[in-house]
């Protein structure tokens, strides 16, 4: 089984690239749903332990946590160090999940890849970009986003030079949906004969 990572740094087009690999048939893991999740699961009690008072009806509230992780570096380190193992064993059931059913291509969707190793655990890696201009006007765009906001979360972000420098595949956004979506096929078709290295 091949194992593609998919990153990308906020307003790329990461999310509907991955629903063009999905559209395409290949079973994604969104490791942004899978924190979701756990936020009303298995990180509850370690997060409440850590962050007290951040947990509303069960569940951790994101609003009330991240007014915990603003501007400290340390906490949002602490927060990591739950979630992070976490979200890994999630992945690894939908990757015994999906080896069990025969899947010869998986997609696991990580918008912090690099930063957090990510691309240690996968074949290859995909990474959506656009300029900085198309990226800054679609962030700012969103309900609630401010320049000052958008510079606090690229600066938690590896640079999108970098990230395009370490990819093996680039999908440029800033066309049309067809253009990315003929990319992201092209990309299945360079794959399609390859041995995953870490899962077979």
Do not use: C, W
Not at 10 to 34: C, L, Q, Y
Not at 40 to 68: H, W
Not at 84 to 99: I, N, S
């Amino acid at each position: 089984m091949f194992v593609l990572g998919l990153t990308g740094s906020i307003g790329m087009g990461k999310s509907t690239s991955s629903k063009f690999f999905a559209e395409a048939g290949v079973p994604v893991h969104d490791s942004d749903a899978a924190v979701h999740a756990l936020y009303s699961a298995e990180a509850v009690a370690p997060v409440e332990a850590a962050f007290p008072g951040v947990t509303v009806d069960g569940k951790i509230d994101r609003g009330k946590l991240s007014e915990k992780l603003v501007g400290n570096p340390d906490a949002i380190k602490r927060l990591e160090a739950i979630v992070h193992p976490l979200v890994r064993a999630v992945t690894q059931r939908f990757l015994d999940t999906q080896k069990a059913r025969g899947a010869r291509i998986v997609l696991l969707d990580i918008p912090l890849l690099f930063e957090t190793g990510g691309e240690k655990r996968v074949d290859a890696v995909v990474v959506v970009s656009a300029p900085p201009d198309v990226q800054r006007a679609r962030v700012l765009s969103r309900l609630g986003m401010t320049a000052e906001r958008l510079d606090a979360l690229l600066a938690r972000q590896m640079p999108d030079a970098e990230k395009r420098a370490r990819a093996h595949f680039v999908v440029d956004s800033s066309r049309s949906f067809d253009s990315a979506r003929t990319q992201v096929h092209g990309i299945l078709r360079a794959v399609a004969g390859l041995p995953g290295r870490r899962i077979s």
